[in-house]
Structures are given as C-alpha cells and as structure tokens.
C-alpha cells in the first residue's frame, strides 16, 4: 500500500491550497482517510477526517470552517480543501488509511492509522 500527497507549497497568509492524496494498493471505499500535520518541534495533530461509506466528517477546531476533505473513490484519491491559511497551519501535512469506523473521541489519533503517506509541506508566510 502506497500514499502520495501532493499540492503543498508556500503560500501567503489568507491564501488557499488543495492537498491531494493518491491511494494505491488499496481500494479506498472500504477504508477511512485522515489528514495530519507534524510541525517543527511538535507533535503529529489529527486536521481532518472522513469515513468509509457515508463520509462522515470531523476536523481540529483549529481548521474547522476553513478546512474541508473530501474523498473520490473512484480516483481512490482524497483531498484536503484549505482556505483563509494562517502562519500556523505551516506543517508537513501527511494522509493517513485505517480499515475501520472512527468516532469523535479517536479520529485524531495516529494509533488508529494502518498506512501513512509521506507527507507533503505547507509553508504560510508573508
């Protein structure tokens, strides 16, 4: 199983950027994605998440109404939306498998995550 995420870069405060996430190995319909990010000195922090089948969604209160994923299965991609960037979503941003069903009180921990990718690095600055 292989994850690639792209679509990171540097972009300026208020600014947009769409993450992609290419599953291979692995049919992502029967699977839940997360979104992480890691930055320098800190610990790996659940963004966002979607579940198999019905596509339900949690995100990080710090992202939540800027932040949207999304899933195509038939892509086997998923895709992180991110809008009105701030300096401290600056991040390696990685995506993450799990073949099961989370809920609110473990979506966000990298425990919980099979397969991750390799992650892809946002920069917001001015």
């Known amino acids: 199983v292989q994850l690639q995420a792209s679509g990171g870069g540097l972009v300026q405060p208020g600014g947009s950027l769409i993450l992609s996430c290419v599953v291979s190995g692995l049919a992502i319909d029967g699977y839940s994605i997360g979104w992480f990010r890691q930055a320098p000195g800190k610990g790996r922090e659940g963004v966002s998440y979607?579940?198999?089948?019905?596509?339900?969604?949690f995100s990080a209160g710090s992202v939540r109404g800027r932040f949207t994923i999304s899933r195509d299965n038939a892509k086997n991609t998923v895709y992180l939306q991110m809008n009105s960037l701030k300096i401290e979503d600056t991040a390696d941003y990685y995506c993450?498998?799990?073949?099961?069903?989370?809920?609110?009180?473990?979506?966000?921990?990298?425990?919980?995550?099979?397969?991750w990718g390799q992650g892809t690095q946002v920069t917001v600055s001015s």
């Open positions: 979607i579940s198999m089948y019905r596509g339900r969604t």
């Open positions: 993450a498998v799990t073949p099961r069903s989370l809920i609110l009180s473990s979506w966000s921990d990298p425990g919980q995550y099979d397969y």
